[in-house]
């Protein structure tokens, strides 16, 4: 069966610090990956999504940037975060075409002071 | 683009039915996701609507019409349990746009 794997759980950095966060999926080929965050009280955004290795579609313009260097592996990071990156990042994956659900992993909850 | 609406707050009685709205407007559609969100927890996945009728799988149905662009899910005999965020979604090519989710409180 399919797994996948987010972490860490939560984190807690300062104004201005790196993130990464990691995702990977096993018992599957060739997912669709999604980053999705999701802030206080308010519905999923988008982020980035991949449907192959090196192919990565970016939906919104802001200091996040994502990689897929393995099949099932995609990373979230930014080189310096702001405040308002604060959120649940939430990881997920589909196979199959549009009728295919969205698979989430626990998510990471980010809060940037 | 794609507008995906749905109430923000709805509150309802233990072992009572509640219905949860969404209409949505999209440039193709491809069928309808609802998903259900506990507090803190990642989504998880409720049901696919692409084919207008109502679809049930259990204490939960989802309904589809797509000439009126319109879903809803209903929850019977509700449980304590069932108190989360419902979220509504449609595909677009390869994502997934989600509404702002419906937070339901089931109170005893």
């Known amino acids: 069966s399919q797994t996948i794997h987010q972490w860490p759980a939560t984190l807690v950095q300062p104004v201005g610090s790196p993130l990464s966060l990691e995702c990977t999926v096993e018992g599957t080929s060739n997912p669709n990956l999604y980053w999705y965050r999701q802030a206080a009280g308010r519905g999923l955004q988008l982020l980035f999504y991949s449907v192959g290795i090196g192919q990565i579609s970016s939906e919104v313009p802001q200091n996040l940037s994502a990689s897929r260097p393995q099949d099932r592996q995609f990373i979230l990071s930014s080189k310096k975060l702001l405040l308002s990156d604060s959120g649940f990042y939430l990881c997920?994956?589909?196979?199959?075409?549009?009728?295919?659900?969205?698979?989430f992993g626990n998510g990471t909850r980010l809060t940037v002071t | 683009g794609q507008n995906i609406d749905q109430p923000t707050e709805m509150t309802a009685t233990e072992g009572a039915i509640v219905q949860i709205n969404c209409t949505y407007q999209?440039?193709?559609?491809?069928?309808l996701f609802w998903y259900q969100q506990h507090a803190g927890e990642a989504p998880t996945f409720l049901s696919y609507n692409v084919l207008d009728g109502l679809e049930e799988k259990g204490r939960f149905s989802s309904f589809l019409s797509r000439s009126k662009g319109y879903s809803y899910l209903l929850l019977k005999e509700l449980q304590m349990k069932d108190s989360a965020s419902y979220l509504c979604a449609v595909p677009n090519n390869n994502d997934m746009r989600f509404g702002a989710g419906t937070r339901l409180t089931v109170k005893p």
């Open positions: 999209t440039s193709g559609f491809n069928g």
């Open positions: 997920a994956w589909s196979v199959g075409g549009t009728g295919s659900p969205l698979h």
